[in-house]
């Protein structure tokens, strides 16, 4: 007996970069090309080095280029990379599922900043507000 690829396996060994998924929520802002034209937004499902995979709202064709910006909605350094739509399927939400293939690889710290949280302050304390004090029982 001789075992057989599966679809999920062949696609899987197809990809060029390992895939994180994003520590928090992180969104790209894609601009497409023509003047006046509102940048389209897509919340990052997986990340690697070479490419995403979002969801939209939008519907982005295979094939169409454009440049983009991924950020964390909390904050952090913005990266700015040149994309390639190479699939676009709609979900039953009825948003599109995304993947693009980066013009040029990430480095890791790029990726680092989206699926690591950031250093805490040891000097902030979520847990306490200044000046603020809970009220005495009765």
């Known amino acids: 007996m001789t075992a057989t690829e599966s679809p999920a396996t062949s696609k899987a060994e197809r990809r060029i970069a390992p895939r994180f998924q994003p520590a928090f929520s992180t969104v790209c802002r894609l601009y497409r090309a023509g003047v006046g034209k509102r940048p389209v937004a897509g919340l990052v499902w997986n990340l690697s080095e070479t490419g995403i995979s979002m969801l939209t709202a939008d519907d982005l064709k295979p094939g169409e280029q454009m440049a983009a910006e991924l950020e964390a909605e909390s904050g952090g350094p913005v990266v700015r990379v040149d994309l390639r739509v190479v699939h676009a399927a709609q979900v039953p939400t009825g948003d599109r599922l995304i993947g693009a293939r980066f013009a040029e690889a990430l480095d890791a710290a ?24 809970l009220p005495k029982k009765g």
């Open 110 to 133: 790029a990726i680092q900043s989206f699926v690591t949280p950031p250093e805490r302050d040891a000097t902030r304390r979520d847990d306490v507000l200044d000046g603020w004090k």
